[in-house]
């Protein structure tokens, strides 16, 4: 009896263990809207994602007649945010339409020419559009543009100047022949232009600038491919959650 009583104090004792938050116990407290909300979330991670989520929630509002216009939802930029956040926020707050999910590459690239250089930023993306009610759902997919027959989504921002060593270069160049001095061979001006390229920062050329720029267009795309999507029809076979969202969010159907 004693064992018997020991073992039914253990059980009682376990039953009244907290449940963790999100483990079939309380859900996780979320910050609720006053205002249908659609969410910008992106999967990516580094310094690119903040600009990126900032500016197609940016592109979005200017679609919708902007945040104050008082029958059109509220674009909300989430950076930090994960897939499970997007999940919980619909769950728990009534005025949360959806979002949609960016996933992207972040390729940034320097070619350096004798004379010019050039700096590239990539951006290879996908989109998944969510809507929270009547539960959470994927709606619909964007891996390329209308109209691009087959051609990935894919955004590319360059810039091209003139180097400040490309000058120093040629400064040296003229230097040494007013002074009469050595002539400057081939060699030492080639070394005068492509000399501590590395440590010196190049004018014209920010990586910041051209991942803003490639964000409005990133918003300027999505825009487009969620107008399309909200007028396909017959591709999914019940269409009544993606037509409720679409209409929420100013696109015709």
Same mark, same amino acid.
């Given at each position: ?20 938050? @999100? ?69 728990? $707050?009534?005025?949360?339409?959806? @979002? ?9 690239? =320097? ?8 700096? +590239?930023? +990539? ?26 027959? @087959? =051609? ?19 400064? +040296? ?7 009469? =001095? ?14 501590? +390229? ?8 920010? $990586? ?46």
């Amino acid at each position: 009896m004693a064992r018997c009583s020991r073992l039914l104090v253990c059980i009682a004792v376990l039953s009244f263990l907290p449940v963790p938050a @999100g483990a079939d116990g309380p859900a996780v407290p979320v910050l609720t809207s006053l205002k249908p909300a659609f969410y910008v979330v992106s999967e990516a991670t580094g310094d690119a994602n903040t600009p990126i989520t900032l500016g197609v929630a940016q592109s979005l509002e200017r679609s919708s007649a902007g945040a104050l216009n008082a029958k059109a939802p509220w674009f909300v930029p989430k950076p930090s945010w994960k897939l499970n956040d997007m999940i919980a926020q619909c769950a728990n $707050d009534p005025q949360a339409l959806g @979002g949609v999910i960016l996933t992207y590459y972040h390729g940034y690239a =320097t070619h350096f020419f004798l004379l010019w250089q050039s700096e +590239t930023t +990539t951006l290879d993306l996908s989109a998944s559009v969510v809507s929270c009610k009547p539960k959470p759902a994927i709606v619909g997919v964007v891996n390329e543009l209308p109209g691009a027959s @087959g =051609t990935p989504w894919v955004i590319r921002r360059t810039q091209v100047s003139i180097p400040l060593v490309t000058i120093a270069g040629y400064a +040296t160049m003229i230097a040494s022949r007013k002074g009469n =001095t050595n002539n400057v061979n081939a060699a030492a001006l080639l070394g005068a232009i492509f000399g501590g +390229t590395a440590q010196r920062d190049i004018p014209g050329y920010s $990586d910041p600038v051209r991942l803003r720029a490639a964000a409005q267009h990133v918003g300027d795309d999505l825009n487009g491919a969620m107008a399309a999507m909200c007028k396909t029809h017959g591709d999914v076979p019940d269409e009544t959650q993606r037509t409720a969202l679409c209409g929420a969010l100013g696109f015709g159907t």
